[in-house]
């Protein structure tokens, strides 16, 4: 894997590094301009420049250091288990001598070397610019690793002779600067993002643990994840004044069908006044007003058809309601996967569980199953509920 940390000043650039470098066996990768280069050095003159105008010299060497949501300086306070800029420069001196970084001209040149050992791993934290950054992002083991935390908490750390205004105006500086050397400009380009938030050096160690930086799901989704994200895309185009809901029909890992919730085609929209009950604002149905929309597990199964569909995997990004429930089991689906929680999902489970079809949730967000339900003991209150009843609910 080859990491690439940003971030902003005084976030703790340099000591990610340092930690990856010596205690997870990390090779240092640097740009090195061509008048920094020593002469008895064997890598080749240096074209690549850093971009220099918009910042001055104090800046850059801290920006070096500091570009990253997870590292921490100490703050000026008077504690054993902070650390400020200085340690971090005596850590750089005391790594370089220990851990010589391998210099390369051109970001092209590092290109060719890390993927021919993409088996290995590299960290950095010269690539500053989206331009250089899409020269790597390309390959599917580079993560652009990007540091952040709260702007006092780095000015304390920072121990700068500058005004807290002036650290202020660098800080907008390098977040919404009008070059490529800014953060904004490289939001999208992204993997991973942390706050640095912590009050010790070694706390911080902890965090970049739990984080399990080589973990290849930070870089490429497993299958859950894959489609759970898919479904969420899918509930983006609907339409409904009351909840926003995808469904993805998945067969031996294949896409069988789509779905999201709204009104029947040829019919008006919901948020254009399509489905009256959805659009009274009201949780219970008046004057025997239905709604009209279908939902979007409705719309997947209806898509695909019972012979399309056969054992397969429902992945929806809310828990089913009754009545789609009994559609998923009648069609033949086997599995269900959803990640936010519904109002009846008791009584949706206890179906599923009698039918035979395997519930899980999922949080894409921390990339992984979590249990349902919570423990054994169904709530029964809910698991006899009409359909009548249930569409008094929010969907």
Same mark, same amino acid.
């Given at each position: ?22 205690? *997870? ?14 002469? &008895? ?23 070096? *250091? ?8 100490? $703050?000026?306070?008077? &504690?054993?288990? $902070? ?12 790594? &370089? ?17 890390? $993927? ?8 950095? $934290? ?11 992002? *390309? ?80 870089? =490429? ?60 604002? &009201? ?24 012979? =399309? ?61 979590l249990p349902f339900p919570p423990n054994e003991n169904y709530d029964t209150s809910t698991i ?12």
């Amino acid at each position: 894997m080859f990491i690439a940390i940003i971030g902003t000043r005084a976030s703790g650039c340099s000591t990610l590094k340092n930690y990856l470098i010596t205690s *997870k066996g990390f090779t240092h990768i640097q740009l090195v301009p061509f008048n920094e280069l020593s002469a &008895s050095s064997s890598s080749p003159a240096f074209a690549y420049q850093h971009p220099r105008e918009a910042l001055n010299d104090h800046t850059i060497d801290n920006a070096a *250091k500091h570009l990253s949501f997870l590292t921490f300086d100490a $703050t000026p306070l008077p &504690s054993p288990s $902070t650390f400020s800029d200085d340690d971090a420069r005596s850590s750089d001196t005391q790594n &370089s001598r220990e851990h010589s970084p391998l210099n390369f001209n051109t970001p092209a040149e590092l290109l060719d070397y890390v $993927t021919r050992n993409w088996r290995s791993n590299f960290v950095t $934290t010269e690539i500053q610019t989206r331009e250089v950054a899409e020269v790597f992002i *390309k390959r599917p083991f580079f993560m652009l690793l990007s540091l952040d935390g709260p702007l006092l908490d780095r000015f304390r750390r920072s121990n700068s002779p500058v005004s807290l205004q002036n650290f202020a105006a660098e800080d907008d500086e390098r977040r919404f600067g009008r070059t490529n050397y800014s953060l904004n400009e490289m939001a999208d380009l992204v993997n991973l993002r942390v706050v640095n938030d912590f009050p010790s050096k070694s706390e911080f160690h902890v965090h970049i643990e739990s984080l399990d930086l080589l973990n290849p799901l930070h870089l =490429r989704p497993e299958w859950d994840m894959y489609f759970m994200t898919l479904a969420s895309l899918a509930s983006q185009r609907s339409n409904c004044m009351k909840r926003r809901v995808g469904a993805i029909l998945v067969r031996d890992k294949r896409i069988v069908s789509t779905g999201y919730n709204g009104t029947p085609r040829g019919v008006r929209n919901c948020n254009e006044g399509g489905c009256i009950r959805c659009n009274n604002g &009201s949780e219970l149905i008046r004057n025997n007003e239905e709604c009209v929309c279908l939902h979007a597990e409705e719309n997947a199964l209806l898509e695909a058809g019972r012979d =399309r569909i056969g054992p397969a995997t429902l992945y929806c990004n809310t828990c089913p309601c009754l009545k789609c429930t009994i559609k998923i089991i009648q069609t033949g689906v086997n599995c269900v996967v959803y990640n936010l929680s519904y109002k009846v999902d008791t009584a949706s489970a206890k179906l599923f569980a009698e039918a035979g079809v395997k519930l899980r949730r999922f949080d894409p967000a921390q990339h992984r199953l979590l249990p349902f339900p919570p423990n054994e003991n169904y709530d029964t209150s809910t698991i006899d509920m009409t359909f009548d009843e249930e569409a008094s609910l929010t969907r």
